[in-house]
Structures are given as structure tokens and as C-alpha cells.
């Protein structure tokens, strides 16, 4: 309430405009620290989607849970922080040319099979790519977090020169790092290529890292001896589900489609998935029953019965409660499990990788920065 007084004095004593006030719309810089923070990372991966694309996308969508997993590890003053991502593609001849040939795919989300949904539903087609307008919507349209200990990122990918476009990327990444963004250049293509065509500088004008990857090549996925029990438990952790609302019969199936589509890249890759799914990462309130009461103890009084799932109804308030408290303990002992099986996972793999080198591939390129960006930000593993 406090903030909406401050935003109402500055409207009407003209301090500021209400244009202004509607494009920054929650990024207002007076807004005071919330103290009981615990954490905030936010990703938005802006990605070509233009016809020499296909194998950036493709890295993007085996490297989607490994980038998830890289950011759960993180904690704030040894909370973990809450993560949203966000996806945009720009470049595609597909998308409306007075939007600049970009769409905003999904904003910032905890909703990661919604992500996972989109990314899999990307194609790519013609090509021109503006990097600094798909910056600067990203800049101004997302909802950004405004505490100044709020982690937020920008990640761009492409192949053409980064000055292309009638707004400047030197301008939109200027209004970035003035939001405190950090703007993370991947050039698709050898690395004095990209220098020369202005990624590399970029990311230094965005306080942000420059990379350069292959993004034709083929994704090595190091199998591990503890996949096959974790793939199992993925399907233990999908039965403690309790969809609500015709919203939850949809997203269950959202829920499954995308462990198809995982599954269908690697057996690895399911495997990183369902890392990610034990998570606090993946919270589901808005249509699964174990998650909602955990943010709305009463939830159950407020659902109408012909909402709840058909194993639910016509039994008590407290029959209910009882379901769905089963539901919660089975689901935080199978977490529990794939935690402990996770840390021998990635103890496997960081032994493989120093055996055999590591890829730098889309996913290895993130994940790397994240974690320098991180250490400065006071995020700690």
C-alpha cells in the first residue's frame, strides 16, 4: 500500500508521467526493498529463431533442465531463491513485421512446463534479426523484480551482426544495465566473428558475458549409472499430482507431454528433468491441490467440489485434507530420493567431464555465467 501512495503522489504532482508510469509499470525505482527477501533470479532467453537456427534451438531444448538445475542450487542468505524465466524468439520472417519481426513467447514464469511447452513449439523460418529491439522489449515489458539484490538476466543468441535494426542495441542495452540487467551475448559462430560484428561488445556494454558456440553441433549427454532410477521416480513424483478445475486435467497432460519430449532427446535429459521437478523450482499452485495449500492452507474450503478431482468428491472436508496431506508426504519422500541421487548424478558426470573434456554448447555457456554473475550478486551455492 505504501508504494501505490508513493506512485499515487508522484501521478498526480506530475513527478511522473502516467505514460511513463504504464511502460515501466512495476519497475518503479523508488519502490523500498521488501525485507523479507529471500532471493530472485530472473532469465530471459531471447533466441533466433531464423532459418540457420534449427541447431540453436535444438541445443535450447536439451539444455533447458540443465540450466533449471544450475539455478536451484543457488541460495540467498541460505534461502533458495525463486526462479522465473522468460522466452522470446526474434528473427523469424513468421512474426509480424511491425513487431519487428519478435515475439514475446512467455513472460517471467515459475511455470517451467510452460517454458519447456513453448520452447519444444518453436520452429524457425526467414531471417532479420534486430538484437537491440528485442532487447529493449524485453527491457520494458517484462516484469521485472525491482529489488536491487534481484538477480536479472538477459540472454541473447544469434548469428547476424548485433547492430542490424533501426534501434540501437548500444541504447537498449544502456537502458538495460540502468534496470540493473545483465545482458549476456551467445554468438552463434567463431569467436573473432562475433567480435567483429558487435556481440562481443555487447555484453561488455551489458555487464553481461560474451560467448561463442557451435550451434550445429551435437549435444553429448553423459549417461550415468543412477538415470534409470530417477527416470523411475519421475513417474512415483508425476501420481502425487492433484489437479484441480478443468485448468488441472490440461496441465496433468501438459505435465506428461513434456516428460515425452524430454525423453524423446536423451535418456539423460529426462533425467535432468526430473532433477528439476524435485525441486522448489517447479511449483504448480495454480492448478495442483499439494502445491496450492502449501501457499493457501484454506484452499480446500474455497474449491467448489465439482473442481476437485473425481477421487475427491463426496468426501469430507477433512477426508479431503487427509488426500491430499498423503499426496504431500509421498511426494517429499520421493523428492528426497531423487535429491540423493541427483548429487551422485552430478558427481559422475563433473568426473566424466574432467576424463573428457566439457562441450561448450548453449546450456555449458549459461550455466557458467550464471554462476560468476551469481558470486557477485551474493548468491551462493
Not at 537491440?132 to 538477459?154: C, E, F, H, P
Request: negative net charge; glycine residues 8%.
Amino acid at each position: 500500500m505504501k508504494n501505490l501512495a508513493v506512485i499515487l503522489i508522484a501521478l498526480i504532482s506530475g513527478t511522473i508521467s502516467a505514460s511513463a508510469f504504464a511502460e515501466k509499470e512495476h519497475k518503479v525505482p523508488f519502490s523500498p526493498e521488501d525485507e523479507n527477501f529471500s532471493g530472485s533470479i530472473q532469465v530471459a532467453l531471447l533466441l533466433d529463431t531464423s532459418n540457420s537456427m534449427d541447431g540453436l534451438i535444438n541445443q535450447a531444448k536439451s539444455r533447458l533442465w540443465n540450466i533449471v538445475n544450475t539455478l536451484t542450487t543457488l541460495r540467498f542468505d541460505g534461502e533458495e531463491a525463486r526462479i522465473e524465466i522468460a522466452l522470446y524468439e526474434y528473427g523469424n520472417d513468421g512474426l509480424p513485421a511491425e513487431s519487428g519481426y519478435i515475439r514475446q513467447v512467455v513472460g517471467l514464469t515459475g511455470d517451467l512446463d510452460l517454458i519447456s511447452e513453448h520452447l519444444f513449439a518453436l520452429g524457425t523460418n526467414g531471417g532479420s534479426e534486430y538484437c537491440g529491439a528485442v532487447i529493449q522489449n524485453a527491457t520494458k515489458k517484462l516484469d521485472w523484480n525491482t529489488d536491487s539484490r534481484a538477480m536479472k538476466l538477459i540472454y541473447i543468441a544469434g548469428n547476424e551482426p548485433f547492430d542490424q535494426g533501426t534501434i540501437s542495441y548500444k541504447e537498449a542495452i544502456s537502458d538495460a544495465v540502468n534496470d540493473q540487467l545483465f545482458v549476456n551475448t551467445i554468438f552463434c559462430g567463431s569467436g573473432e566473428e562475433g567480435i567483429r560484428t558487435f556481440w562481443k561488445d555487447g555484453a561488455e556494454r551489458g555487464k553481461g558475458k560474451y560467448f561463442n558456440i557451435d550451434s550445429n553441433a551435437v549435444i553429448r549427454h553423459i549417461a550415468t549409472p543412477y538415470d534409470d532410477r530417477i527416470t523411475r521416480c519421475n513417474q512415483l513424483l508425476n501420481n502425487t499430482y492433484v489437479g484441480y478445475g478443468s485448468y488441472g486435467q490440461k496441465r496433468l497432460a501438459v505435465q506428461n507431454a513434456q516428460d515425452e519430449e524430454a525423453e524423446e532427446i536423451s535418456f539423460a535429459n529426462i533425467a535432468e528433468r526430473t532433477v528439476s521437478k524435485a525441486s522448489r523450482a517447479y511449483r504448480n499452485e495454480s492448478w495442483d491441490l499439494v502445491d496450492k495449500i502449501k501457499s493457501d492452507p484454506d484452499a480446500l474450503e474455497k474449491i467448489p467440489e465439482n473442481k476437485l478431482p473425481e477421487e475427491m468428491r463426496g468426501k469430507t472436508r477433512q477426508e479431503m485434507r487427509d488426500y491430499v496431506n498423503r499426496k504431500k508426504a509421498e511426494r517429499e519422500k520421493i523428492q528426497a530420493e531423487i535429491a540423493e541421487l541427483a548429487k551422485k548424478r552430478q558427481a559422475y558426470i563433473e568426473k566424466e567431464q574432467a576424463r573428457k573434456g566439457v562441450q561448450d554448447d548453449l546450456g555449458k555457456v549459461i550455466t557458467v555465467s550464471i554462476l560468476e554473475i551469481a558470486r557477485a550478486k551474493g548468491y551462493k551455492q
